[in-house]
């Protein structure tokens, strides 16, 4: 049985993959544009905010300075079309993050997402992504 939505799905784990080397490089201008101009992102249960993508970033920008290095790895991929150019996504993720210092402290933040993510005339963005923290150690 073939997918109809193999490019779409390709096209959407290339979008999480985006997102999560933008916050990598810390290029938020990057970033932004995983989301659509008009989208919600909550990070309220990592002690974020909840706003646009720019409010967002407002709030990523100053607190991920602190580490010299933040990769992530996200897996776990589910994808379901509720329409011809909407779907629902979760994945999970992992992140290590390192404040550099003559011994430097790493951490570990564990979570997943729940999203909403749209076609656009530019590709697959994110319209809502709500961030669900479980542990940070």
Not at 84 to 101: E, F, Q
Not at 105 to 119: H, I, L, P, S
Not at 131 to 137: D, P, V
């Amino acid at each position: 049985m073939t997918d109809v939505h193999t490019a779409d799905r390709l096209a959407i784990g290339e979008l999480l993959c985006r997102y999560a080397w933008g916050i990598a490089d810390k290029d938020w201008t990057a970033w932004q544009a995983c989301f659509t101009p008009d989208a919600h992102a909550d990070y309220t249960t990592a002690g974020g905010v909840a706003g646009t993508p720019a409010e967002a970033a407002a709030w990523l920008e100053p607190t991920m300075s602190m580490f010299d290095v933040s990769i992530s790895h996200t897996g776990n991929v589910v994808i379901d079309f509720t329409g011809d150019d909407t779907a629902a996504v979760r994945s999970l993720y992992k992140m290590v993050m390192r404040i550099p210092g003559d011994a430097p402290t790493f951490m570990e933040a564990c979570g997943y997402y729940t999203d909403k993510v749209v076609r656009t005339s530019t590709g697959w963005l994110l319209a809502d992504r709500f961030e669900h923290l479980l542990y940070i150690r």
